[in-house]
């Protein structure tokens, strides 16, 4: 029988998700559909109970549903948990289990150019959702230092006092981050100043960055953003936001099919729909 996968948010027109999805399931000729629901967060619980009533094999979790679905799930996988957020949901035996393959993803797109963050002196420029899965991920992975910079100090300082793992981290305002650049070997640009149509935005200056950083930004609408283009011409290396939709859903499909896909395959399927 055909199984079904799934996408939860709303909106959800403009999700790539179905297609590199079915892409994948086509080539590796599984009998499985993906589809995109539009669901109301009134709505939301009854959508999981129907889709588990109506054996669904795994879905995913989009905005504005990644937090408020935890307690509609049977069980939630620890790091999601903490992160207090689920995008990937499997259903193992009877049970609809979360996880948040958001964090995991951002980091498994770094590994051919940092294998290891332990040497890593780490800021992270944001303090919203997508900051918080990031940020959880790599404490866990022991590096030298996380700081947080936002326009709202407090924010990141919240999130500081919330990681669940041992790490030094400082909260830190934007100007402050910009004036001590050159201490950090890793950046990670989370917020979404740059996307388009905005795309001439950064959020700091990068007159202070040194050469040998890596530099990278979440957004994919440019897939080079004004930040990761001064970056690259300052000469540090630099990653878009495509590698990080592609892992996250790559770690889903695993998790679903217990194959780790062609990561080139996906790719070259979501650089096909942006066009
Ligand atoms: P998400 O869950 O997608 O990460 P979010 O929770 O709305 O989104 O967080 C957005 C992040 O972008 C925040 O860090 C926000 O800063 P504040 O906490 O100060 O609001 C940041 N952000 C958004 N627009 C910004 C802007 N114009 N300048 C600086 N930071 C901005």
Same mark, same amino acid.
């Given at each position: 029988?055909?199984?079904?996968? /799934?996408?939860?948010? &709303? ?15 086509? @080539?590796?000729?599984? &009998? ?17 109970? =129907?889709?588990? $009533? ?8 989009? #905005? ?8 509609? %799930? ?16 499997? *259903?193992?035996?009877?049970? %609809? ?11 498994? =797109? ?6 290891? +963050? ?11 959702? /997508? ?7 790599? $404490? ?8 947080? $910079? ?16 041992? #790490? ?5 305002? +934007?100007?402050?981050?910009? +004036? ?18 905005? #795309? ?5 200056? %990068?007159?202070? %960055? ?25 000469? /540090? ?7 990080? @939709? ?5 770690? /889903? ?11 080139? *395959? ?10």
């Amino acid at each position: 029988m055909k199984k079904l996968y /799934a996408v939860l948010g &709303d909106p959800i027109g403009h999700s790539m998700s179905p297609m590199m999805h079915n892409d994948l399931f086509s @080539f590796y000729q599984m &009998d499985a559909y993906y589809f995109p629901f539009q669901v109301k967060s009134d709505d939301l619980e009854d959508a999981v109970k =129907g889709l588990k $009533a109506l054996g669904v094999a795994g879905f995913n979790v989009t #905005v504005p549903h990644k937090s408020s679905i935890i307690p509609f %799930l049977d069980e939630v996988d620890d790091l999601a948990l903490r992160i207090g957020a689920v995008n990937t949901v499997v *259903r193992e035996g009877k049970k %609809l289990k979360g996880y948040n393959t958001d964090g995991p993803g951002f980091l498994q =797109g770094l590994q051919h150019d940092i294998p290891s +963050l332990s040497e890593e002196k780490v800021l992270i420029i944001g303090a919203g959702g /997508a900051a918080r899965a990031i940020y959880f991920t790599i $404490a866990k992975n022991k590096p030298l230092k996380v700081d947080i $910079a936002n326009r709202t100090v407090d924010r990141a300082i919240k999130l500081v006092e919330d990681c669940p793992f041992q #790490v030094s981290s400082r909260a830190i305002s +934007l100007e402050e981050a910009e +004036l001590i650049l050159n201490e950090y070997s890793l950046i990670i640009q989370t917020t979404m100043i740059g996307m388009a149509p905005k #795309v001439s935005e950064k959020p700091l200056g %990068l007159t202070n %960055l040194n050469k040998q950083a890596m530099v990278c930004d979440i957004i994919y609408n440019p897939l080079e953003t004004q930040f990761l283009h001064v970056a690259k011409q300052i000469g /540090a290396k630099i990653q878009n936001g495509l590698d990080m @939709f592609v892992y996250q859903g790559a770690l /889903a499909f695993e998790k679903w099919t217990g194959i780790f896909p062609d990561i080139e *395959r996906m790719k070259k399927n979501v650089l096909q729909q942006l066009g």
